[in-house]
């Protein structure tokens, strides 16, 4: 079955980078694309990006232009999220989803369980 | 890029029916056919209840509809049931290859 596995919590201080996987298994990780979102404390959901598995083609919303990278590695069938120059709100959890691989009229249809990077001093 | 509105609440008794609202603009909901609504609860994933504004997953009951009206979409649950109780987020696509989320509904059933 589809599974999307993330890594686990991060502790970070502020000013440093984080990088949370997401290792995909049970279908063809390079036929799809994952998204990744995050929620913070309270709040709700937010969407933070995309990448295509299928042509590595990335697509970032304006608030985390040039803060986020998204890559994917097709021989582990693993996707990553790079978040830098943390801050204390970007305090979260943080979700990856299958997507779709061309860009935007997908559906999340699996998800991960989720990695709590937390930002503190 | 602005997130969509949700009321932050609502609330029906078991068997009712209850409708949330997700607006947005023309440039998001209004202009695409690619609305979906999650569910969410505590301690679990989301899952994607809703998907192309009225399209049920394999396995999700009927009691959940999706339908669209102009810049405003929604989330009609039927005869609801306890295990419906849930925050409910709706995501749009928004073009060049942007989403954006709705900001939930906390869903309370009496």
């Known amino acids: 079955q589809v599974q999307l596995v993330q890594s686990g919590a991060e502790v970070k201080k502020p000013g440093a980078s984080v990088k949370v996987s997401c290792k995909a298994a049970?279908?063809?990780?390079?036929?799809?694309?994952i998204s990744w979102m995050r929620q913070a404390p309270g709040q709700g959901l937010e969407w933070m990006g995309w990448?295509?598995?299928?042509?590595?083609?990335?697509k970032y919303p304006q608030k985390f232009q040039g803060r986020v990278t998204m890559t994917a590695d097709t021989s582990t069938s693993t996707a990553y999220m790079e978040l830098r120059s943390l801050r204390s709100d970007d305090t979260a959890v943080y979700l990856c989803?299958?997507?779709?691989?061309?860009?935007?009229?997908?559906?999340?249809?699996?998800w991960g369980q989720g990695t709590l990077v937390t930002v503190s001093s | 890029q602005s997130a969509l509105t949700q009321p932050p609440s609502a609330s029906g008794s078991p068997g009712q029916a209850v409708t949330i609202s997700c607006t947005g603009t023309?440039?998001?909901?209004?202009?695409?056919?690619?609305v979906s609504w999650y569910q969410h609860r505590p301690g679990k994933v989301p899952k994607l209840m809703i998907y192309?504004?009225?399209k049920r997953p394999s396995g999700v009951p009927d009691r959940f509809s999706g339908s669209k009206s102009g810049n405003t979409a929604f989330l009609t649950v039927s005869g609801l049931q306890a295990e419906d109780e849930a925050d409910y987020y709706c995501?749009?696509?928004?073009?060049?290859?942007?989403?954006?989320f709705g900001g939930g509904t906390k869903l309370t059933v009496l």
């Open positions: 989803a299958r997507d779709d691989p061309y860009g935007g009229q997908g559906d999340f249809d699996y």
């Open positions: 049970g279908y063809i990780f390079r036929s799809y694309g």
């Open positions: 990448i295509s598995v299928f042509n590595g083609n990335t």
């Open positions: 023309s440039s998001d909901v209004g202009g695409y056919n690619y």
């Open positions: 192309e504004v009225s």
């Open positions: 995501t749009s696509y928004a073009g060049n290859n942007i989403r954006v």
